[in-house]
């Protein structure tokens, strides 16, 4: 097949390419590798190189420590700054950050930067793919000609595809080896090759469309659906808070009608929605169609609605605690869970922090705990150190406030928590979902319980 050797006769592995080691990178290096590939990664932050050679656990995803340390003694992974490292690679992938700006511009540096310095180390042969979330046109009218600028031509020389990443956070390495991936070749060749690479290095079914002007557009329309049904949800949660009915009872119950190929399908509620996509892609959507003449109504809402749910969430806090005679001034706050979401320690964008400020801006004292948190990370956030143990952090505390409903805290031990806070306490739960017979033991014990929408 063009653009990917045939490796059928196992003389040797798969050799992969991933520029931009960051968080998506990163995961997919490491899934790569776990499934027989050579990969190397290139990332021009010198010191986020040195951190990932020196073993540090910076992206915390479930599995990732121990599959990075495997697979790197044992040779299958290895990271750098030189792109001219990429030579030897059958596969490229870049994966490189494509922020927005504050009118939902999209920016185009880092991917430029990394497209043009691979059209200068490129050789015959190689298939190179786009994961970054880009604006649909990105691969043809911006990344082709960067790479054809060293003489190769996409297509003839090299193979071209854009094939979004539609991974979660927090369960990225069990869902690599699963999620279909969507697969816009730039010709046929590439789009074949593209495919091939995939099913081949992961086992993944793929999703062939018509052009990379197709994929990059679904990476879009995907998260513009998530971020539109979470807020249906979270306005949802706002309806079955007044109305005193649990809003969980109503998605499970709603979620069964079956609708078009599939059924209805709405999401839970939260403090809100964070991280470095879902507030990022819709509005680089909006903006592109706005400077069209389209107005995405839709997402304009869905941002408002997510955006105001970490002081929604304050507000419970605030109400609740008066409920119980403790003035939210003064009292003290155990916040488990600052990432952005359930098990990852990514705190871009993170809805925790919104809610954190207002507490604060109210006279609360909070203590701040996320096992899977960079505590410098939450150092330069949160202006606050993290505490150093679950002990520490709940001790006294007149609200404990789960806010990211990492594992640890679908765990705990109820009667340890009952004798360690300050009786009575709120137990808030942002993202927990704790079932129905967990609310009743905390109850029991005296806790008051309020969640989103609960
Ligand atoms: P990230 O910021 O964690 O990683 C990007 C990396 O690219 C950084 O480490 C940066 O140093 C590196 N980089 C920038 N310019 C470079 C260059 N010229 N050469 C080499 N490296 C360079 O971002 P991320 O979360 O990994 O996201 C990467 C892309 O994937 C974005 O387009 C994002 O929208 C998309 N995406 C992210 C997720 C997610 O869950 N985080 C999911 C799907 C898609």
Redesign the pocket.
């Known amino acids: 097949m063009r653009f990917l050797p045939d490796l059928a006769n196992g003389q040797r592995d798969l050799r992969v390419a991933v520029?931009?080691?960051?968080?998506?990178?990163?995961?997919l290096g490491v899934a790569l590798a776990e499934r027989g590939a050579t990969v190397h990664g290139?990332?021009?932050?010198r010191s986020?190189v040195a951190a990932l050679r020196g073993g540090d656990r910076v992206?915390d995803e479930p599995g990732m420590s121990a599959a990075w340390a495997r697979l790197a003694a044992a040779g299958r992974l290895t990271v750098g700054?030189e792109?001219g490292a990429v030579s030897g690679s059958d596969v490229v992938l870049v994966?490189?950050?494509?922020?927005i700006d504050a009118d939902g511009g999209f920016v185009a540096?880092?991917?430029?930067?990394?497209?043009?310095?691979l059209g200068r180390v490129l050789t015959r042969g190689q298939l190179v793919i786009v994961?970054?979330?880009?604006p649909p046109g990105t691969t043809r009218q911006l990344v082709r000609p960067l790479l054809e600028s060293g003489g190769l031509v996409a297509g003839r020389d090299f193979g071209l595809a854009y094939c979004?990443?539609?991974?979660?956070?927090g369960a990225?390495l069990a869902q690599l080896p699963t999620l279909p991936v969507v697969v816009g070749g730039l010709d046929p060749d590439s789009g074949e090759a593209a495919a091939a690479f995939w099913t081949g290095s992961l086992g993944v079914p793929t999703v062939a469309v018509d052009g990379p002007e197709i994929a990059e557009l679904v990476?879009l329309a995907d998260?513009w659906w998530i971020d539109a049904n979470v807020a249906l949800a979270n306005e949802l949660a706002q309806v079955c808070g007044v109305l005193g009915i649990d809003a969980l009872d109503v998605i499970g119950a709603a979620n069964t009608l079956p609708k078009g190929d599939s059924r209805v399908n709405i999401l839970r509620p939260s403090i809100g929605v964070g991280?470095?996509?879902l507030p990022?892609?819709p509005p680089m959507l909006a903006r592109i169609a706005r400077d069209k003449g389209v107005q995405l109504h839709t997402v304009t809402t869905a941002r408002a609605v997510n955006d105001a749910m970490p002081q929604y969430s304050f507000e419970l806090i605030r109400d609740e605690l008066a409920k119980l005679g403790k003035p939210v001034g003064g009292a003290r706050i155990a916040v488990l869970g600052l990432a952005f979401k359930n098990e990852?320690g990514?705190l871009?964008l993170t809805p925790v922090r919104p809610l954190v400020a207002a507490l604060v801006e109210a006279g609360a004292v909070t203590a701040l705990y996320d096992p899977l948190a960079d505590p410098a990370a939450v150092r330069a956030m949160f202006g606050a150190p993290l505490e150093s143990s679950l002990e520490h952090t709940v001790a006294g505390a007149d609200c404990v406030a789960v806010l990211a409903g990492h594992r640890a805290f679908h765990q705990l031990d109820l009667d340890w928590l009952a004798a360690s806070v300050a009786m009575p306490c709120l137990l808030f739960d942002g993202r927990a979902y704790y079932p129905r017979a967990t609310v009743a033991r905390l109850r029991a014990l005296g806790f008051a319980y309020r969640g989103i929408g609960r």
Not at 95 to 99: F, I, L, Q, R, S
Not at 131 to 134: F, I, L, R
């Open positions: 520029v931009g080691f960051g968080y998506v990178g990163s995961c290139v990332d021009s932050d986020l992206f700054t792109l994966t490189v950050g494509t922020p540096d880092a991917l430029a930067t990394a497209c043009g310095g994961k970054s979330t880009v979004p990443e539609r991974l979660a956070e990225a990476k998260n991280g470095s996509c990022k892609d990852t990514d871009r």
